[in-house]
């Protein structure tokens, strides 16, 4: 009688590779701790982005009559006072308002100038703030004004500030209600702006990258 042949094991028939469903399974794995680590810090009372920038608004400096820009009077970086002088233009004197720092100047020395164009801008350093984007889906509903926050810079490395959150602006960035191709809606982005004291760090200057935490409601640090 001859013996039933040998059963061929799983491993050695021909079609989709071993490796291939171990690696997708790893990357489904990596998928889900994602997701779960970005619940945990929303609910643990925590939100973070690493869409931050320190920044102020510009103040635009400019002759109200127009003519030639004849001087100008100050560099950018420079510290300036209220009520100083920072270029000419015609005969008219083009002051600052307010203390500032100057962020830009216009360099067309000769060239006309119309009533209202900005000859210099400037920022002031008390308005800077940190201004972050916050997903509408990654705990914005639970941020709140006065909510505690600290944030590290790209260009001091592991350094921690602290601050709270001052404003959570009331529109997205993207105005009404985008659909893409598969039909699911498009994540809005909100800004969350952080007062920090800006005296205790000048080193903090406009247009710098961070990464924030805002730490919401009863949770610690």
């Known amino acids: ?49 690493d869409k931050a920038q320190i920044t102020a608004p510009l103040i635009n400096l400019a002759p109200a009559t127009g003519g030639t820009l004849n001087r100008v009077y100050v560099n950018p970086g420079d510290s300036v006072p209220a009520g100083a002088p920072v270029a000419l233009v015609g005969n008219e004197l083009v002051k600052t308002q307010i203390a500032g720092t100057v962020a830009s100047t216009e360099t067309n020395i000769g060239e006309l100038v119309n009533p209202g164009q900005a000859v210099v801008t400037m920022l002031d350093p008390a308005a800077l703030r940190l201004v972050a984007q916050v997903d509408e889906n990654k705990g914005l509903s639970s941020l709140r004004v006065g909510d505690r926050a ?16 001052d404003e959570v602006s009331p529109t997205s960035h993207a105005s009404g209600v985008v659909f893409n191709i598969s039909g699911e809606r498009q994540t809005q982005t909100f800004d969350v702006k952080i007062r920090y004291d800006v005296t205790a760090h000048p080193e903090l200057k406009n247009g710098m990258s961070a990464r924030l935490t805002v730490y919401t409601g009863n949770s610690q640090q």
């Open 1 to 49: 009688m001859t013996a039933p042949a040998t059963m061929q094991s799983q491993d050695a028939r021909p079609g989709i590779p071993r490796t291939f469903f171990i690696a997708g399974g790893l990357i489904v794995l990596i998928i889900l701790a994602a997701g779960v680590a970005s619940y945990l810090l929303i609910t643990g009372g925590q939100v973070y982005t």
């Open 150 to 165: 600290t944030f590290t810079v790209d260009a001091f490395g592991g350094e921690t500030f602290t601050g709270v959150v």
